[in-house]
Antibody, heavy 116, light 112 residues
Framework: EVQLVESGGGLVQPGGSLRLSCEAS????????MHWVRQIARGGLEWVSG???????YYPGPVKGRFTISREDAKNSLYLQMNNLRVGDTAVYYC??????????WGPGTLVTVSS | DVVMTQSPLSLPVTLGQPASISCNSS???????????LNWFQQRPGQSPRRLIY???TRDSGVPDRFSGSGSGTAFSLKISRVEAEDVGVYYC?????????FGQGTKVEIK
């Protein structure tokens, strides 16, 4: 059974940093692209970053230069380093598996709150 | 960025009746490899999203056949042939053809 479990969320002040982690199990992690997707309070979904199985990374404009996605295949783990956080980054962050057609499995999510 | 526009945003339905959600993209989602990377997700209350359909019309494993997807180019739809109580939730379309990937605003399906 595919399982994705995020951790590392919490309350941080504007301008601060946070590192999210995702532990994967139930599939051959090194063979899959992985992504982070966030959901704001009113429900909207936004793709935040992606990393291919080969290590190529992709970011949308709002987070480029502030967020860094990485992976450690030996630990079946995905990470998201978030710097210079803004109030608008407040959301539930999901670790999501890519399957070549989009994204299939989602974790339960971890809440990030950026507030002073 | 490709803008994904869903309608309606709220859809009250009667149990056993059909329901349909529309999703339009600001650019064609046809990719050079011949595929169209349009996904549909269901998010039940208190749960993470779950993918129902990929490549416009292919159902994921375990998805009931009352769910169907169709469309091409810039116009797509998700149909539920007979709505059941467990179908309550928010439905999102997502395009995976152009970077960055983008989602529709979501359509809330509720029982009348």
């Amino acid at each position: 059974e595919v399982q994705l479990v995020e951790s590392g969320g919490g309350l941080v002040q504007p301008g601060g940093s946070l590192r999210l982690s995702c532990e994967a199990s139930g599939f051959n992690f090194r063979n899959y692209d992985m992504h982070w997707v966030r959901q704001i309070a009113r429900g909207g979904l936004e793709w935040v970053s992606g990393i291919t199985f080969a290590g190529d990374t992709y970011y949308p404009g709002p987070v480029k230069g502030r967020f860094t996605i990485s992976r450690e295949d030996a630990k079946n783990s995905l990470y998201l380093q978030m710097n210079n956080l803004r109030v608008g980054d407040t959301a539930v962050y999901y670790c999501v598996r890519g399957d070549g057609y989009g994204v299939d499995y989602w974790g339960p999510g971890t809440l990030v709150t950026v507030s002073s | 960025d490709v803008v994904m526009t869903q309608s309606p945003l709220s859809l009250p339905v009667t149990l056993g009746q059909p329901a349909s959600i529309s999703c339009n993209s600001s650019q064609s989602l046809a990719y050079s490899d011949g595929n169209t990377y349009l996904n549909w997700f269901q998010q039940r209350p208190g749960q993470s999203p779950r993918r129902l359909i990929y490549k416009v019309s292919t159902r994921d494993s375990g998805v009931p056949d009352r769910f169907s997807g169709s469309g091409s180019g810039t116009a797509f739809s998700l149909k539920i042939s007979r709505v059941e109580a467990e179908d309550v939730g928010v439905y999102y379309c997502m395009q995976g053809t152009h970077w960055p990937w983008t989602f529709g605003q979501g359509t809330k399906v509720e029982i009348k």
